[in-house]
């Protein structure tokens, strides 16, 4: 593709506004008493909505921790007359009216604006633990059903949840997503969800870059509170990840995305979404309104799940000239490039070619998200690819570029209680690779090799999380 | 070990259903339900007892030893066992751990009586279109030779209790099509000397063993993969397995992506429209014997299943299209409301391994 560098300035400049700063793990307690912050390594807390004793909020502040009041919009006026009193830091506001986050969060920003001395965050529904998922649910009665009809392992992941909700909200709220722990299989007696559980929603949250509010279970609280040692061993193996997480680069970062998805409703397309996020496609996401040439400057694919104006579509069609792939899905528009016959026609893709590039017109929504993913990175392919792993099924990969230079930061989370052997390739050539991780402080240097304009290393065991800098000495080169 | 097979599978359905009138639906009963990754992929182990510690304690040890296997038997792994073998087999004979002998001459077993359908020492092939599955160039022909020149089964000789040699400069196994049912076996084992009676064993839904039977029933229902979505196929395990094995499905973006499961002779990617699965006394049996009949397809076959003892196998078609045979236990089409009868030929061999290589001919 061809690059026109003012336009990555443009492009620079256009969405840092939208990436998240943080990635905070709030911590959802009772409102009962809990460890002073510096025992537990936690800093911001939430409670919710209503309290039955506010006391608690102001007894968690005294305690060092920042508190944070979850309520529904509807109880939002209530809550902040509350807060005033309770030294409350912020609210985790739910939307419970039946409209689209970006509606309610243009809605309610008026609101938010005019409490300044509060923090607010928009809570993204629909999240789901980070895990390794197997096939089989045992629901309580005992009765067995599969879950999923993939024999790949099958990660629950929340990066294509928040991708979405970044792109439906750019310029309103920060966002922040929540879960409800997976109690199935819990042994009765055993701490429920155990460390690496803990551990691995903190580290992806940390990879999405955003902040999530993770569930402490009320019966761990009381233990921890009464200085139960089964319970302090067991938040002693979450404080290196938390202790991990926290030191972050809190920079605006860009993603590092060669494929572009343009979708105005997020669930209609989730699943495709999340599947191309579980087979490590670097995407980024965006409304139609955001199709703009400096955007399309930066991605070599798109995926289309809603319809365009002509605009857009003229955008597209240059795009496919100087060598990109634009697959449509569900579309039965008539497009200027219909005049020249089809390179192949087949009853679910029509495939024109376009100059250097090629059109994919899918007549039908995606039905098979699993196997459209896989297609769509076999037609995308690795010399397109910003970001590959090797062997790595439980693994995934996000990767994020300074504003000002070109050095990337990888970030990886494996989702398999088994340490991984990772295999990286990264678009672009850098001057070193370090790693660091929670038992790895920052950090050590990665042996890697240049390969046909990438760069390429092995991670030997990666336990649950890492993070890879690859320094960039010639800026220029480092391309996406 | 790749284990391409279940790595690149991409639906193979195999549901377990509950069967109120014959599971009669365990209220109150204690599992345990644990997973873990190895093999490229999920192995599952869900056991009813009523001791939860034995149990627990029971699924670990079971799922530790299929760890320890895919670290002996993986062949992306270069300290493996396999690997090691790989790198230095060639020309004279090495010692390998008794696992791995014991698996390649149960390979070798399927692999002469298939007509070197079913074949280990595929691998080099494997890898070559496996680029190409990934969106790369497409082999070229000399590439194709090169690579065949590596492959076939009678260039490994074994040498009791422990030796193996391959009689080829280039030769490397990779046994992705049949370990994770090996795995299962040991698992089955283990579980059994633990004393639990009641578990369900599942590598990532392609290969499965029943122990026993749930709470309350007579035996454990799994829905079986079905092209078609027409036939909806069941069978009914205990003390028995079941896998199956299919070919990638065809690229909806691209014509000419190939699928993962590579014919020996031709050193092609396989193309046929047809799921099977194939019901075992072992899971190394049916995970090996998943492979080697949809490579044969149901002509060939059913001639190879006629021939084996307690073995059932079933083709189906993206039209609904089956075939049927063996003696092993019944599979159930619940979208015709009736089972399928399957009357036991004479003149059979066993299907199970541990005599495998006395029975050749």
Redesign the interface.
């Known amino acids: 593709m061809k690059r026109i560098s003012f336009l990555r300035v443009l492009l620079l400049g256009s969405i840092a506004a939208c990436t998240p700063v943080t990635a905070k793990v709030f911590l959802r307690v009772e409102a009962s008493p809990l460890p002073p912050a510096d025992k537990t390594g936690i800093q911001d807390v939430v409670l919710l909505w209503p309290l039955r004793d506010p006391s608690v909020a102001a007894k968690l502040h005294s305690q060092g921790y920042r508190v944070f009041l979850q309520c529904e919009s509807k109880d939002l006026a209530a809550v902040v007359a509350t807060a005033d009193r309770a030294a409350v830091t912020g609210m985790i506001v739910t939307n419970t009216v039946p409209s689209s986050q970006f509606h309610a969060a243009e809605r309610l920003h008026p609101y938010f604006a005019a409490h300044k001395s509060l923090t607010f965050r928009m809570l993204v529904p629909g999240g789901k633990q980070p895990q390794l998922k197997g096939r089989l649910v045992v629901e309580r009665d005992g009765v067995l059903q599969i879950s999923s009809p993939s024999s790949q392992p099958w990660l629950d992941t929340n990066l294509a949840l928040v991708r979405l909700a970044q792109s439906m909200d750019p310029d309103s709220l920060p966002i922040i997503y929540d879960f409800h722990w997976d109690t199935s299989g819990a042994l009765p007696d055993a701490w429920h969800p155990d460390a690496e559980a803990y551990a691995v929603a903190i580290a992806e949250a940390d990879a999405i870059r955003s902040d999530v509010t993770i569930d402490l279970p009320s019966s761990l609280q009381r233990a921890l509170v009464a200085g139960d040692p089964r319970a302090w061993t067991l938040w002693k193996g979450i404080m290196p990840y938390l202790d991990f997480s926290s030191h972050a680069a809190t920079e605006r970062m860009l993603p590092v995305a060669n494929l572009g998805v343009i979708v105005d409703d997020g669930q209609a397309s989730y699943e495709a979404i999340n599947l191309m996020a579980r087979h490590n496609l670097a995407f980024e996401s965006v409304r139609p309104s955001g199709v703009t040439l400096a955007r399309l400057s930066s991605w070599n694919s798109v995926v289309v799940f809603c319809p365009l104006n002509k605009e857009a579509v003229a955008l597209l069609r240059d795009f496919a000239a100087s060598g990109g792939i634009v697959i449509f899905v569900n579309t039965h528009d008539e497009f200027s490039w219909h005049s020249a016959p089809p390179l192949r026609q087949e009853s679910r893709a029509t495939v024109y070619s376009i100059g250097a590039g090629q059109v994919v017109e899918l007549p039908e929504p995606v039905v098979d998200p699993e196997n459209f993913a896989r297609d769509l990175r076999r037609l995308i392919g690795r010399e397109r690819s910003a970001l590959a792993l090797w062997n790595s099924l439980t693994t995934l990969v996000t990767g994020y570029r300074e504003q000002s230079r070109s050095d990337v930061t990888l970030y990886l989370v494996n989702y398999a209680n088994q340490p991984d052997s990772v295999q990286v390739q990264v678009k672009g050539r850098f001057a070193r690779v370090r790693l660091e991780s929670p038992e790895q402080p920052c950090c050590v240097s990665v042996p890697f090799v240049e390969r046909g304009g990438f760069t390429e290393f092995t991670i030997p065991a990666l336990r649950i999380t890492a993070r890879v800098h690859l320094d960039s000495a010639r800026e220029s080169s480092a391309t996406p | 070990m790749?284990w391409l097979k279940?790595?690149a599978?991409?639906?193979?359905?195999?549901?377990?259903?509950?069967l109120p009138a014959i599971?009669c639906?365990?209220?109150?009963?204690s599992?345990?339900?644990?997973?873990?990754?190895?093999m490229?992929?999920?192995f599952?182990i869900?056991i009813?007892d009523e001791d939860?510690p034995r149990a627990?304690a029971a699924a670990r040890a079971a799922l530790d030893e299929v760890?320890r296997l895919d670290g002996m038997m993986s062949n992306?792994?270069p300290e493996s066992d396999l690997s090691r073998m790989n790198r230095t087999a060639h020309f004279q004979p090495v010692r390998i751990p008794r696992e791995i002998y014991e698996v390649i001459e149960e390979s070798l077993y399927y692999s002469r009586h298939s007509d070197g359908q079913f074949d280990i020492s595929v691998g080099p092939l494997v890898d070559l279109w496996k680029a190409a599955?990934?969106?790369?160039p497409l082999p070229t022909a000399a590439d194709q030779a090169s690579a065949r020149r590596c492959v076939g089964y009678q260039k490994i000789e074994l040498t009791p209790p422990d030796r193996i040699q391959f009689h080829s400069d280039c030769m490397r196994l990779d046994l992705g099509a049949i370990g994770k049912g090996y795995a299962v076996d040991r698992t089955a084992e283990i579980l059994n000397a633990s004393g639990i009676h009641r578990a369900?064993i599942?590598a990532?839904?392609?290969t499965i063993y029943a122990l026993g039977a749930?709470?309350g029933g007579t035996a454990w229902r799994v829905?079986l993969r079905d092209p078609s979505r027409k036939l909806g196929p069941e069978v009914m395990l205990r003390n028995n397995s079941v896998s199956t094995s299919e070919q990638s499905?065809p690229?909806?973006?691209?014509?000419d992506?190939p699928g993962h499961i590579i014919v020996p002779g031709t050193g092609k990617p396989l193309q046929t429209r047809y799921a099977i699965s194939v019901a075992a006394p072992s899971a190394t049996a049916s995970d090996a014997l998943s492979t080697t009949l949809l490579l044969l397809g149901p002509t060939k076959g059913a001639a190879l299943v006629k021939t084996l003892h307690n073995v059932s196998a079933m083709w189906i078609d993206s039209d609904g299209q089956r075939t049927i045979v063996g003696d092993g236990v019944s599979f159930f089409l619940t979208g015709e409301n009736r089972p399928i009868q399957v009357s036991p030929p004479k003149n059979r061999i066993a299907a199970t391994s541990k005599a495998a290589n006395e029975l050749l001919p």
């Open positions: 790749r279940s790595a599978l991409p639906s193979l359905t195999l549901a377990m259903l509950p599971l639906s365990p209220q109150n009963s599992f345990v339900h644990q997973k873990r990754y190895a490229g992929t999920v599952e869900v009813y939860l627990d760890v992306y792994k599955l990934a969106g790369g369900y599942d990532g839904g392609s749930p709470p829905r499905a690229s909806s973006l691209q014509g992506a």
